[in-house]
């Protein structure tokens, strides 16, 4: 899977640039220009790689004339010591492209990582593991990749890209005179036809209110594990859900097993850890 993108392409412009702003001050002053060699991206650690062909990408924007071998896939659980890339070329290009690359592939992996250990616990369940828009702002196109590739399921990607209606809208309305019906009903007269409308809940009678005004969907906001259970069953079929908050790799299985059908995990993006990867270089 490839996910190079003309707004990817742009993200990896300005990476570079903001590391190379007036060049390799480093390298320019001990190197001789035309010192050549090669370097293999390395795994260190048990992981899901993501972003391979982006970090590929870095190298051969940095030096066209680099020669850069993709040596493992995307969304692949690989051990310590697992070659990932190989590069060879003049050694300054090769050195100056390092640290951008290593960031891309190191936080991209972390995320797939983190993706995975979630998708495999809930594994036989109905539920789908869904990351958020908590990401790392300008990033968010490359992290909702990592967490595809890893077997999650994007949410919303922006603020058009969907309705819901969450605690703070409700308040506003409801210091106007309205409440949860009113918003449902004003979601579906105002948004382009088809768009879903789904509403964010934190109590049972929450949840029912909202599916009988019209919802689409619920997202249960920082429920319990009986609360969710109680509230699938008052709710019935029809409608979708979704189960948000608090919920960690140890709870994800009960929240499943309450019967939601999506399970939205922030973490996945805000808060996963760097997979450690490092890159070798021995000159020619």
């Given at each position: 899977?490839?996910?190079?993108?003309?707004?990817?392409?742009?993200?990896?412009?300005?990476?570079?640039?903001?590391?190379?702003?007036?060049?390799?001050?480093?390298?320019?002053?001990?190197?001789?220009?035309?010192?050549?060699?090669?370097?293999?991206?390395?795994?260190?650690?048990r992981g899901v790689i993501a972003g391979i062909e982006i970090a590929a990408a870095v190298f051969t924007r940095v030096d066209g004339t680099l020669f850069v071998e993709v040596l493992n896939t995307d969304g692949v659980w690989v051990e310590p010591g697992t070659d990932l890339l190989r590069i060879e070329g003049r050694a300054p290009?090769?050195?100056?492209?390092?640290?951008?690359?290593?960031?891309f592939l190191q936080h991209l992996s972390g995320i797939a990582t983190m993706t995975a250990?979630?998708?495999?616990?809930i594994a036989g369940a109905k539920a789908k593991i869904i990351d958020t828009r908590k990401t790392?702002?300008?990033?968010?196109?490359?992290?909702k990749y990592a967490v595809r590739v890893a077997g999650g399921f994007n949410h919303r990607f922006n603020l058009s890209d969907g309705i819901l209606i969450k605690d703070n809208h409700i308040a506003t309305l409801e210091a106007l005179g309205g409440g949860v019906t009113q918003a449902i009903q004003g979601a579906k007269t105002n948004a382009p036809h088809g768009t879903r409308v789904q509403v964010e809940v934190a109590t049972v009678e929450e949840a029912v209110e909202a599916a009988n005004a019209g919802a689409d969907a619920?997202?249960?906001?920082?429920?319990?594990?009986?609360?969710?259970?109680?509230?699938?069953?008052?709710?019935?079929?029809?409608?979708?859900?979704?189960?948000?908050?608090?919920?960690?790799l140890d709870r994800v299985k009960a929240v499943a097993e309450t019967g939601v059908?999506?399970?939205?995990?922030?973490?996945?993006?805000?808060?996963s850890l760097a997979l450690d990867i490092s890159l070798g270089f021995e000159p020619a």
């Open positions: 899977m490839k996910p190079l993108t003309l707004e990817i392409d742009r993200i990896i412009e300005r990476a570079i640039e903001e590391d190379l702003t007036w060049g390799d001050l480093t390298t320019q002053s001990i190197l001789p220009p035309n010192v050549t060699g090669s370097a293999v991206a390395r795994a260190k650690q290009a090769i050195l100056a492209a390092e640290r951008v690359a290593l960031n250990l979630f998708v495999q616990e790392t702002p300008g990033l968010r196109v490359m992290e619920l997202l249960f906001d920082n429920m319990s594990t009986q609360e969710m259970a109680d509230a699938v069953h008052a709710v019935g079929d029809g409608i979708i859900i979704e189960a948000s908050g608090g919920v960690t059908d999506l399970i939205s995990v922030g973490a996945l993006t805000h808060s």
